[in-house]
């Protein structure tokens, strides 16, 4: 299976960069390709609502910026995985961007070997998560008709212990 990584972290060495290797690891182990898109790391802008992918564009984002990477992956993921730590009760501002510009990947339809999806959250505290599971839940479950894979979450001591990432890794595995 080809799996797309959209890593929201801008910590190149963070609890969600440590959730992310340990589910490539399993997953790699099984035979899966894994692509991790840094986006923190990438030039990608908001999303313009300016409609041309609605419209002229039939699809395609009138921006030409590294999200184009993003959608060449996308093209060929049988599986998505968002991962992020939580800012403010959502993802981090580098990952919502790229979530936005979904919006012109989704039309006129979603990509067609997409069909699986997950979340990985990292965050201090426990009570963090809500408005990203809204996002989650409403956008890729619900709009998208996605296969909901779970929600994979750290806080406080579990960021980075060992049997967290024990946790992902086996996840990643048993796909």
Do not use: W
């Amino acid at each position: 299976m080809r799996i797309l990584v959209l890593n929201g972290s801008p910590r190149s060495k963070g609890n969600t960069k440590q959730m992310v290797e340990a589910f490539q690891a399993g997953a790699e182990a099984a035979g899966h390709q894994v692509d991790v898109a840094d986006v923190c790391r990438m030039k990608i802008n908001g999303c313009l609502a300016c409609e041309y992918c609605h419209s002229k564009g039939n699809g395609s984002c009138i921006q030409k910026d590294d999200m184009q990477e993003i959608y060449d992956l996308l093209k060929e993921a049988e599986m998505l995985v968002i991962a992020s730590p939580i800012y403010y009760h959502g993802v981090s501002g580098q990952l919502k961007c790229v979530l936005d510009r979904f919006y012109s990947a989704a039309y006129p339809r979603k990509p067609k070997n997409l069909k699986k999806v997950a979340m990985f959250l990292s965050s201090g505290d426990a009570d963090m998560y809500d408005g990203a599971m809204f996002s989650y839940q409403g956008d890729f479950l619900d709009y998208l008709g996605l296969e909901d894979m779970g929600v994979f979450t750290a806080h406080g001591s579990e960021n980075g212990s060992a049997a967290k990432l024990d946790e992902l890794k086996k996840f990643g595995a048993s796909l």
